[in-house]
């Protein structure tokens, strides 16, 4: 049976997810915003003898793309200043061309996640340690972002493609929440989660929030409201028609005149027409 390690986001919850979708038996070490550093001795040590001890083949990493960490700093708000945060704010700094050409929330939390995976992978094959048994053979590492909105896993290359301009990669995809299918390897088939797996309460606000916050783009146009103006003509125009109206049934009644009666119904009908132009909805 296979053992893999998989380092993920605590904010994330994916532990219970992850066995519906890998076989085998299944360790986890988490870090916020899956912000490892390996490159740290210390760090890269330990996790060498966590996986001699337990004799795991495979590290993988996971990324939940809805993740706070991902939202927060693509949407410029103000975080904890972590060790996450740092590293996330340096790739949007590094790459901010890409960033530039990148429409929407969703499609630049889908470029973050890819470049910070990629980064990732590529500091654990640095690593002293961990590289060294990268080397030999002993240790395969992989990396996935998760769309938790179809429950998809999406394998991570870290080549040089994934560096390309990112317009590329979103070709043909949907803008929408849940709708883009970015240039990855998918895992297929998925299996479903065992019965036996208990979802913490607390994952579910969080898969809520993000299919809240990324349904409507920010660079959709926005419709104005009316101004002021508007509004009084809008109830003004159709009220001057109304009485027009009432004055030419009134004063036809009382001069008589067919003439009069037609000039008058026709002025009140005129009146009408632009008050009805005039309330017409905007379609545009």
Not at 3 to 21: M, N, Q, Y
Not at 52 to 70: K, M, Q, W, Y
Not at 198 to 227: N, Y
Request: with cysteine; glycine share 4%; net charge positive.
């Amino acid at each position: 049976m296979k053992k893999r390690l998989f380092l993920v986001c605590p904010d994330a919850h994916l532990e219970p997810v992850i066995p519906g979708h890998f076989s085998g038996e299944a360790f986890f070490l988490t870090a916020l915003g899956v912000a490892f550093n390996p490159m740290e001795t210390s760090y890269d040590l330990f996790i060498d003898h966590f996986i001699e001890d337990n004799g795991i083949s495979e590290i993988c990493l996971v990324a939940d793309t809805s993740s706070r960490f991902f939202r927060n700093v693509v949407q410029g708000k103000k975080g904890f200043d972590t060790y996450a945060e740092k590293v996330l704010e340096q790739l949007l700094s590094k790459h901010s061309t890409q960033f530039e050409q990148t429409r929407g929330a969703w499609q630049k939390c889908l470029l973050l996640t890819r470049l910070h995976l990629a980064q990732q992978l590529q500091q654990l094959e640095k690593s002293r340690y961990l590289g060294r048994r990268i080397e030999q053979g002993k240790l395969v590492i992989k990396a996935y972002q998760y769309l938790r909105n179809t429950d998809r896993m999406e394998e991570i290359k870290h080549s040089q493609e994934l560096y390309a301009p990112y317009s590329r990669v979103l070709q043909g995809a949907e803008a929408l929440y849940g709708q883009t299918a970015a240039a990855a390897t998918i895992l297929t088939p998925l299996r479903s989660a065992p019965e036996n797996t208990a979802v913490p309460p607390a994952a579910i606000p969080s898969a809520s929030l993000a299919a809240e916050d990324f349904q409507t783009s920010p660079d959709a146009p926005q419709r104005s409201l009316p101004s002021p103006l508007t509004k009084i003509r809008a109830y003004l125009v159709p009220g001057l028609a109304l009485s027009a109206l009432i004055a030419a049934v009134l004063i036809s009644a009382t001069t008589g005149g067919l003439l009069m009666k037609e000039l008058l119904i026709s002025t009140s009908i005129i009146a009408m027409l632009l008050a009805i132009r005039q309330i017409k909805p905007d379609r545009s």
